[in-house]
């Protein structure tokens, strides 16, 4: 088993920046793809941006340019620093964890989720 928590969202001006951190622990010798979703309220959940055996990174269109994840393996943490916010960035935050190094691998554990807020 793998426990995720998310931590570091907020409220924060048009424009602004937050960091988000997810920390890992339990089973995390089992875990090779990570990823930030989010959910905005009356939306589906949505892939934000994942790193793929943690190399490779990929983000979702309307974040790009503007959010960058990344993984310290030796703290057991990935991060999302996220930049040049807009209203539409509002969501609750969730990070997830995949056994599998698939480019298409689904995703076995979620955190709790972190709420941002983007005041306009």
């Known amino acids: 088993q793998v426990q995720l928590v998310e931590s570091g969202g907020g409220l924060v001006q048009t424009g602004g920046s937050l960091r988000l951190s997810c920390a890992a622990s339990?089973?995390?010798?089992?875990?090779?793809?990570m990823a930030w979703y989010r959910q905005a309220p009356g939306k589906q959940r949505e892939l934000v941006a994942r790193?793929?055996?943690?190399?490779?990174?990929d983000y979702s269109a309307p974040v790009k340019g503007r959010f960058t994840i990344s993984r310290d393996n030796a703290k057991n943490q990935v991060y999302l620093q996220m930049n040049s916010l807009k209203p539409e960035d509002t969501a609750v935050y969730y990070c997830?964890?995949?056994?599998?190094?698939?480019?298409?691998?689904?995703?076995?554990?979620w955190g709790q989720g972190t709420q941002v807020t983007v005041s306009s």
């Open positions: 339990g089973s995390i010798f089992s875990i090779n793809n």
């Open positions: 997830a964890a995949a056994t599998s190094g698939d480019y298409s691998a689904r995703y076995d554990y």
């Open positions: 790193i793929i055996r943690a190399s490779i990174t």
